[in-house]
């Protein structure tokens, strides 16, 4: 098991860091530009492969409060009481297998050109997780209001893995931490 603070070191402007427990437990915080972000939850360590589950569920950062089929073309609009956060949301429609990400005007609204979306998942650029997703196949609506949820500014390391080295951690670039060398160093030693 895993005793003691990791600490991120080289990445220019951000502070992070990681406090294991012994018994399974982990908090961490995080801060860069105007993004805070924490998580707490359960490690397990397999050879040297740390998984970690966050408390957060992932893809469930924005709740749907208005759908209908009216109009054309696709229009998402993001209910937020901060414009800035608003104008920061983003969507990936696809058209079978193709992406077509879209971001946020300043009043928090995005427009699809394309006719016909087969998906639209949601995501948020300085909050960077799983996408939430808002439409499938089987939903024809055209027209969708969203809010925000509080749950933005955890991480839910889902689908991240970090190593354990001789005196560090490090994870491979990621939605979340996408650089190179990414390494948390253990305080105290």
Known sequence: MLSGTYALQGVHDMAAAFRFQPDGSFQFRYAYGASDRYAEGKYEISGD???LKSNKNAGEDFTITAQDNEGTPYELKFNHPNQ???SYAAAIGFVG???IEVQANAEGI???D???LDKIYVHHVLYPDVPTLIKDESNNNRRFSLE???SLEQVSFKGIDFFLK???IMCHPNYFLPFREVKFYKEGE
Do not use: C
């Open 49 to 51: 492969t740390i998984h």
């Open 84 to 86: 800035y956060i608003r």
């Open 97 to 99: 297998d193709t992406p």
């Open 110 to 112: 995005i427009r699809f």
């Open 114 to 116: 394309e006719p016909n």
């Open 148 to 150: 925000l949820k509080p």
């Open 166 to 168: 001789e005196d560090y």
